[in-house]
């Protein structure tokens, strides 16, 4: 079968492997298409601690299952995979928070991803609940659309983003639109996305609708805050890895209000300055949010099914697997919204 195997930075081959072995208990997915994201340009151009071989990569997954050891899940079914399978073991699995399992392993990382024409999935990751039947309203061309969804509902989550809630979302690229189209599905009060590059805000635009989505240019600090009434944000999420995103949560942000550090930061540049008087003062809640749990994930294909989000406008591009460096490096020079990888 072909697939996309990274082999370091920079060095990702399309090539002819071996079709992938049945795991008991497990699942043999024939891939509909496979989403790229800005992780996967980090592995492409820097690589990652965790893979140390050639891998093949894809973590935003859903296909037809051709193989199954799985009653639940007979031939055919058409299917979303979230990528992360954890251990249901250790206390944090127990308490419902498997995202922070130490022991999870991911497709594309520890295990063979979706840039492939085939995926296995692992009977522990059948058990833990990330094999999600698509619904016949959500074509499962978009399907792989959940993975990232379902990071931004426990984003969400985190942040407690609901009626009488003013959002501002810093970012409008894939995450951002995301986190916009929830926020407003949720009932919040106004939400803002801002971005400083044109094409971005205009490709938003044309999906979610013009109101409040802005270029990060000028006085627009000015211009959000007189919308507010000047009292500022109940919650900024911080949608992109640029440093200075900190600092501008910070200005924007109402007493009281929440910071979602939803992106992370080079791994030579992490940190950032805090003026703790500002958080203890107008007592300031910065949260973090990384990857989600598998209730996310089966909240994130039903809300995709509702029909909440316009799927055609928000997958921008669809490729074959042997263009897959060149939409990556299309990702890297922020071009369209999603780009799916199609088989």
């Known amino acids: 079968m072909r697939a996309a195997v990274f082999y370091g930075p920079e060095d990702i081959r399309v090539e002819n492997v071996a079709e992938p072995e049945l795991p ?7 891939t509909a298409a496979t989403g790229i994201c800005g992780s996967d340009l980090r592995t492409y151009r820097f690589g990652h601690p965790k893979i140390l071989s050639k891998q093949i990569l894809g973590h935003e997954l859903a296909g037809v299952v051709v193989q199954s050891d799985c009653v639940d899940y007979s031939v055919g079914t058409a299917v979303a995979v979230a990528p992360g399978t954890p251990c249901l073991e250790c206390e944090y699995c127990r308490r419902g928070k498997q995202n922070m399992c130490r022991f999870r392993t991911l497709l594309g990382r520890e295990r063979p991803g979706g840039l492939a024409e085939q995926f296995a999935v692992s009977g522990l990751a059948v058990r833990a609940g990330v094999v999600v039947k698509v619904p016949d309203t959500l074509p499962l ?5 959940a993975e990232p969804l379902n990071a931004v509902l426990n984003g969400q989550d985190r942040a407690q983003i609901g009626p009488y809630q003013r959002v501002l979302v810093l970012g409008l690229g894939p995450i951002g639109v995301l986190h916009v189209a929830t926020a407003r599905n949720r009932g919040a009060e106004m939400v ?3 971005d400083p590059l044109e094409g971005r805000v205009a490709s938003a635009a044309d999906m979610l609708g013009e109101k409040n989505l802005i270029q990060i240019a000028g006085d627009w600090e000015l211009d959000v805050l007189r919308r507010t009434g000047g009292d500022g944000f109940d919650v900024v999420v911080i949608a992109n890895t640029a440093p200075q995103a900190f600092d501008t949560a910070m200005r924007l942000i109402a007493p009281q209000g929440r910071i979602v550090v939803f992106a992370g930061l080079s791994k030579d540049a992490p940190a950032v300055a805090v003026n703790l008087n500002d958080v203890h ?3 300031i809640q910065v949260v973090g949010a990384f990857g989600a749990t598998p209730r996310h994930f089966r909240a994130a294909v039903q809300w ?3 029909g909440h989000l316009d799927l055609d406008r928000f997958v921008t591009g669809q490729i074959p697997i042997d263009d897959v460096v060149e939409g990556l490096e299309a990702v890297g ?4 919204v999603k780009t799916m990888v199609v088989f």
């Open 141 to 145: 061309r978009y399907a792989p659309v």
């Open 333 to 336: 020079r922020g071009e369209g």
């Open 281 to 283: 003062y107008r007592e």
């Open 192 to 194: 803002i996305g801002a």
């Open 24 to 30: 008991a208990g497990g699942l043999v997915i024939q």
């Open 304 to 306: 995709l099914g509702e």
